[in-house]
């Protein structure tokens, strides 16, 4: 009950009935000036209890009733007629939104959508975003199908890996949704990578041919099926190819050498795993069918392979002058050799790095690594990981003047061999004002030569602070006071792995990763010079 109607009930109660209400009971006049008629509220009665209720709804106070009836009797007879035969409705009124204005996706301009959607597909690909960003509204799907944004693609049946049966069926299902996709999406598609495809390459192969002649790169691993007609359609119809990755597929050697036949003058580059059809692929390198390669790169698969390879150093430096980058890992290989009076080959003048890493001891020595890089000038990088032949003066030797990366690193392998205790200042001293990355871990060099070797830091030649950024000390001599003077004399020191130097005192043997750990780590060796002293 309202406060006012509180109020003129409880004034009304304290009378007494009046003359004309004697006809009722005194209980039934109480009763109405406690809940008057018309209040909206009900009075429900028991022998120990009063319980006033409101009713199904609040009624129309008493002014407001009163003003009703004296509009509606200052209204002319002839506007109240038609009023009292029919009320016209009220119109309903509108509801409110209950989420998002639907079409805020359609007032973006098409070109923003392309240049959100550009770098969405840089950071995580094509798929599955522009799928799901295409079902969205109209000016998203239009957004999402534009072939701009369709450049590298990724395509692998859902069920790797499953039964046999199964992953033929899936194959067959998304090579029906490629027949539809890739004439309206893959028209300026330019890198494919196709993975665990074991029986429909070639039908997909033969659509890329159709729908993507601006294609440049091809990889396939782990596919099976590649047939020599197959890589050769390719490399008629795309015309740009110059990459092809067939790392760890089965891809027969005449595919490989056709493919390089019909493409070779434009290749680029080649990533290839070494079988005993590498030869053959090898040959045709030697034969100048590409001699504008830039990448080559040979590994072995996940069954080793324990014939060593025999490279002709001499005939690979003229089939492939141009070569930039040369990767040989994990894998067993010498020189071929090059007889009592042979001349020098003419090296590769261009090459920027080479990797020989290898998780076992191999063949290379000074002599084949001199006659890999005798004309390498522009050498950055350089990755001997595991060639435990190879001496501080054979690499002293090397023409290259501005090598940035050196690793040297030796594996679980070092307490078999007889390692070198000298001359790592050789190398110090020669890079110290190009050297980025050094990786001397599991080396035999003793403590007086490493302090030597890492103080050329401290003074670097113009008087800049040094390069260095990367140091890998795992397993050596290296010494408290000669860690310390290394991490305050190059202030970019990111990483910096200590672990099982047996010289350090415990709790320092370990990797630092951000100047954050390598500060702190320096702090800890300059708190135990003293007492170590």
């Excluded at 909206?40 to 409101?54: E, K, R, T």
């Excluded at 094509?126 to 079902?135: D, T, V």
């Excluded at 290749?267 to 390669?293: E, V």
Aim: charged share 20%; net charge positive.
């Amino acid at each position: 009950m309202a406060p006012g109607a509180a109020r003129r009930a409880r004034r009304r109660v304290r009378g007494a009935p009046p003359a004309g209400a004697r006809a009722r009971s005194a209980e039934d006049w109480w009763w109405d000036r406690l809940v008057p008629r018309g209040s909206g509220y009900h009075l429900l009665q028991s022998d120990s209890m009063l319980l006033l209720l409101p009713g199904p709804g609040p009624a129309r106070p008493r002014a407001q009733r009163r003003a009703a009836r004296r509009a509606q009797r200052l209204l002319p007879a002839a506007a109240r007629a038609p009023a009292a035969k029919a009320r016209p409705r009220a119109a309903p009124a509108p509801e409110p939104p209950r989420g998002p204005d639907p079409g805020w996706g359609d007032r973006i301009p098409l070109e923003i959508l392309l240049q959100i959607f550009g770098l969405l597909v840089a950071a995580e690909g094509p798929m599955p975003f522009l799928g799901r960003a295409a079902r969205v509204c109209r000016r998203w799907h239009e957004a999402a199908s534009q072939p701009a944004l369709w450049h590298t693609v990724t395509l692998s049946p859902p069920l790797a890996g499953r039964p046999a049966k199964s992953g033929a069926k899936a194959e067959k299902k998304l090579l029906a949704s490629l027949e539809w996709l890739m004439p309206s999406r893959f028209s300026q598609l330019q890198r494919l990578t196709l993975i665990h495809w074991k029986s429909q390459v070639h039908p997909v192969l033969k659509l890329v041919s159709e729908c993507c002649p601006r294609l440049t790169f091809l990889k396939l691993s782990d596919c099976h099926g590649v047939t020599p007609d197959t890589l050769v359609m390719l490399a008629k119809a795309c015309s740009q190819l110059h990459s092809l990755d067939i790392q760890h597929s089965m891809v027969e050697s005449t595919a490989v050498v056709n493919f390089l036949e019909e493409a070779g003058p434009r290749m680029r580059k080649l990533w290839l795993t070494y079988s005993s059809q590498t030869t053959a692929i090898l040959g045709a390198l030697l034969g100048s069918c590409c001699p504008r390669l830039q990448v080559l790169e040979v590994s072995t698969g996940i069954s080793r392979n324990s014939t060593p390879l025999q490279l002709p150093v001499e005939a690979l430096q003229k089939g492939c002058p141009q070569l930039q980058v040369l990767r040989l890992l994990n894998l067993m290989w010498l020189p071929k050799p090059a007889g009592r009076v042979a001349a020098p080959g003419p090296g590769f003048p261009s090459l920027e790095e080479l990797c020989l890493a290898g998780s076992t001891c191999n063949f290379v020595s000074d002599e084949a690594l001199g006659r890999l890089l005798h004309g390498s000038p522009s050498l950055r990088l350089l990755d001997l990981r595991g060639c435990a032949r190879i001496t501080p003066a054979g690499l002293c030797d090397l023409p290259c003047q501005e090598l940035q990366q050196l690793h040297l690193g030796l594996y679980g392998m070092s307490d078999r061999l007889t390692l070198a205790k000298e001359g790592s200042h050789l190398l110090t001293h020669k890079w110290r004002h190009s050297l980025r990355e050094l990786d001397l871990s599991g080396q035999g060099f003793s403590e007086k030569d490493l302090e030597q070797a890492l103080a050329a830091f401290s003074a670097t030649p113009g008087g800049s602070p040094p390069a260095l950024c990367s140091v890998n000390l795992r397993g050596t001599r290296v010494t408290p006071s000669t860690v310390s003077s290394v991490i305050s004399s190059c202030p970019g020191l990111l990483y910096l792995n200590l672990e099982s130097c047996r010289c350090l005192p415990r709790g320092l043997k370990r990797a630092y990763r951000g100047q954050e750990e390598v500060q702190w780590c320096l702090e800890q060796l300059l708190t135990s010079l003293p007492s170590s002293g």
